[in-house]
């Protein structure tokens, strides 16, 4: 029985969570994957299955950009980053190509212009960290910057890294290590040691569609050469077949590679809206202005409607998370951190089978629904 692959605990009034959670490997497809809530600072579900153990870790892609987004935030808070100073005020070489008046923020809400990079750069140039940056500081933008928004796929984590490299003297995995990791108590890295690989299980790609069953949007758009998202992709080169690599995970790429398990990024998000076994990251003040809405609308990168605060995503159709209020990141295959301060809960899910990220993950939707019914 599907049951039987379901480990872990719920507190009472949460039940429904392990029959959601279960349902996932019946009726989704679910290999391994794990699901963790914090309610008003305390753990209530902790639930793992299917080829996953207590101690597994996951990639989860772009989910590691809300994490990258509390660490800029922390900063921001002691009063060392401020989001509408130029960049240039910390990395003086991103002015180059008329970028010299572009603040902090338009990194952080997609506005820059800047999701793909004109001169050609190898996967070994990604894992070096310098040159992409180098690349990046001397791109021209590809829209004009603050006149739409658009999803910078893998150069977020460049451009929020680099200027928190600027302002700490830190790489952003050392920075995430020190201030939100090991306070924390967390599994969480940017940059993951060798001794933690055999934790790691690897990223199963997404099932094809089936026969006469249309692409979905996000897919299609990653295949066609003609769009943005294509060269997002392709340059700096984000390969699927390097996911599962060491060296990959070796690699400090803030926008993509996180490795983590459920529990741990969870408690980031309980973290920041309250305190966690008496670790507060982000003061209620910080907070307000970190979710607040900077982007909303078609997204001139993915083609359908996004909606982004300063490095959070914020709820809109294909990434619902709790509804209005929510703030998190979710990450390409399913992966998703997020947490609804209104309601005072804090939600992650992390999983090895990928699906198609062009629409609503059935997984997650039937997690939050359960969720919601249980508050």
Request: aromatic share 10%; glycine share 10%; proline share 8%.
């Amino acid at each position: 029985m599907i049951e039987t692959r379901v480990h872990g605990s719920v507190e009472s009034g949460f039940e429904s969570m392990r029959q959601a959670f279960a349902a996932n490997f019946e009726r989704h497809g679910d290999v391994g994957a794990a699901c963790c809530v914090y309610a008003d600072g305390r753990k209530v579900v902790d639930l793992w299955g299917g080829v996953y153990a207590p101690e597994t870790l996951q990639m989860v892609m772009s989910s590691t950009k809300g994490v990258v987004a509390v660490a800029a935030h922390i900063l921001a808070q002691e009063g060392r980053l401020d989001f509408d100073a130029p960049v240039t005020a910390y990395w003086p070489e991103f002015g180059a190509e008329g970028k010299s008046q572009i603040p902090v923020r338009w990194l952080f809400s997609h506005r820059a212009g800047l999701p793909a990079i004109d001169r050609p750069l190898s996967i070994e140039d990604v894992y070096a960290w310098t040159p992409v940056a180098e690349a990046l500081a001397g791109q021209k933008p590809l829209w004009e910057p603050n006149s739409g928004h658009g999803y910078h796929v893998g150069t977020y984590g460049w451009l929020a890294g680099e200027v928190i490299r600027r302002v700490t003297g830190d790489s952003v995995g050392a920075f995430v290590a020190d201030r939100i990791a090991r306070p924390l108590g967390l599994d969480l890295w940017i940059g993951l040691p060798a001794a933690e690989e055999s934790r790691v299980k690897p990223m199963i790609a997404p099932p094809p569609p089936a026969p006469g069953a249309p692409v979905d949007i996000f897919t299609a758009r990653m295949h066609d050469p003609t769009t943005l998202l294509h060269r997002a992709f392709v340059n700096p080169p984000l390969p699927v077949s390097a996911f599962n690599e060491r060296a990959f995970h070796a690699a400090e790429i803030p926008a993509a590679n996180g490795i983590t398990n459920a529990r741990s990024l969870a408690r980031v998000y309980a973290a920041c809206i309250g305190e966690v076994d008496g670790v507060r990251l982000l003061r209620p003040d910080t907070l307000a202005a970190a979710t607040r809405e900077q982007s909303a609308g078609e997204d001139l990168v993915l083609g359908y409607e996004t909606r982004y605060a300063t490095g959070f995503q914020l709820s809109f159709p294909f990434r619902p998370m709790a509804g209005e209020g929510s703030f998190g990141h979710y990450g390409m295959g399913g992966s998703v951190g997020f947490a609804q301060p209104g309601r005072g809960v804090a939600f992650a899910y992390v999983m090895s089978q990928m699906l198609p990220s062009g629409g609503v993950d059935p997984r997650t939707k039937n997690l939050v629904d359960a969720l919601l019914g249980c508050l």
